[in-house]
């Protein structure tokens, strides 16, 4: 019998001796160990361990996108594995509260020794925001310079040959720019969509007029609220404008890639797009739970520190909030809810379209 088909204990297989003997607290070394390092070290390990899983998963998601025809069988799969990923972070930010039965002052006991270790070198952590797509170009200085300083030998060029793939973020664009219906046959999903909204908008510019409620200053008001959503949507429908915003870094998808986003939330409930629609939710809860993680984060680091310097010498907790403020990385797929209207004002889909946005089956298939 082939070795890998024996037996092997449970002890072996997890390999329970190494991990299990890899907490060493440094506040030992002046005698007697402060009783909540060990807490701290193991909440620590098993963050790395959950990283290394997300970026096992996240790796698998990316190789599915990489090619110019993704099969569309395997989005299923992705959504799966980003589901996966989201049920972990979710762990993840509750964790959190199993370390917050740790008071400052038991933090305190073993804190000096920490110096000037710091979450900040989580080589995992910064691989995960890579491979999703918070390049260096996007991201908060730390002390003023480059985060890949933290980093030596191997670990660095990881982190550099990430900077130069394709992240999710940057292979998800590719995806949606191929998006096929957008022009279908006499269909032109912008030329209509620009026109549902026009009509959209004439017809609570008539509605608020011939009000018999609303008074001359509320009708005013209203007008003068839905002026302003109608140049918001002429800017965004915009192609110029939009690239604009890109080169200001105010937007990170192409103009392609967002309207094929917009196309697939607005048409989600046809069954070819609902897979779609679902890869794009999913990616923004990624997202979403990262952000809280990262504001959970400095929520517990402003319990246990206070306004005290991190002992990698960051700023603390300001420098944790603001990175839940700004490291967002899918915020184009946030902005896509301001674009959508009713689903009763959506143009009506060709019938051709339709069928190949849907499952039908002919009498001859139904009897065979």
Do not use: C
Not at 130 to 142: A, C, E, P, V
Not at 317 to 325: E, G, I, P, Q
């Amino acid at each position: 019998m082939s070795e890998k088909y024996t037996s092997i204990h449970y002890h072996k297989y997890l390999q329970l001796e190494k991990i299990l003997s890899a907490q060493d607290p440094r506040s030992a070394l002046d005698g007697e160990a402060a009783h909540d390092e060990m807490l701290f070290i193991i909440i620590h390990q098993v963050y790395e361990l959950w990283f290394k899983e997300i970026a096992h998963d996240l790796g698998s998601v990316i190789e599915m996108f990489r090619t110019d025809n993704v099969d569309e069988r395997s989005i299923s799969t992705a959504i799966a594995r980003l589901d996966r990923i989201i049920e972990i972070q979710k762990v993840l930010v509750a964790q959190i509260r199993v370390l917050e039965t740790m008071t400052p002052l038991d933090f305190l006991d073993f804190r000096n020794y920490l110096f000037p270790a710091s979450g900040f070198q989580s080589h995992q952590f910064r691989m995960v925001e890579l491979m999703l797509g918070l390049k260096s170009d996007r991201r908060i200085t730390y002390n003023e310079a480059p985060y890949t300083d933290a980093f030596r030998g191997e670990q660095r060029k990881i982190l550099e040959e990430l900077e130069k793939s394709p992240s999710m973020l940057d292979l998800l664009e590719a995806w949606l720019e191929r998006t096929p219906f957008l022009e279908f046959k006499n269909f032109h999903f912008l030329k209509a969509y620009r026109e549902a909204v026009q009509n959209m908008l004439d017809e609570e510019t008539r509605a608020i007029e011939e009000s018999d409620i609303l008074t001359e200053d509320e009708k005013k008001m209203r007008l003068q609220m839905l002026g302003d959503t109608n140049s918001y949507f002429a800017s965004v429908l915009n192609e110029t404008r939009h690239n604009e915003l890109i080169e200001k870094g105010e937007l990170r998808l192409s103009y392609q890639a967002t309207m094929a986003a917009l196309l697939i939330n607005l048409y989600r409930d046809e069954p070819i797009l609902q897979m779609p629609y679902l890869l794009i939710s999913k990616l923004l809860e990624v997202d979403d739970l990262l952000t809280t993680w990262r504001f959970r984060h400095a929520q517990m680091v402003m319990r246990m520190l206070g306004r005290k310097t991190g002992t990698g010498g960051s700023s603390g907790h300001k420098y944790l909030r603001k990175t839940a403020d700004e490291h967002k990385i899918f915020s184009d797929l946030h902005n896509i809810s301001t674009l959508l209207i009713p689903r009763s004002k959506l143009p009506k889909l060709p019938t051709d379209l339709k069928k190949e946005l849907g499952f039908y089956f002919t009498e001859a298939n139904s009897n065979s």
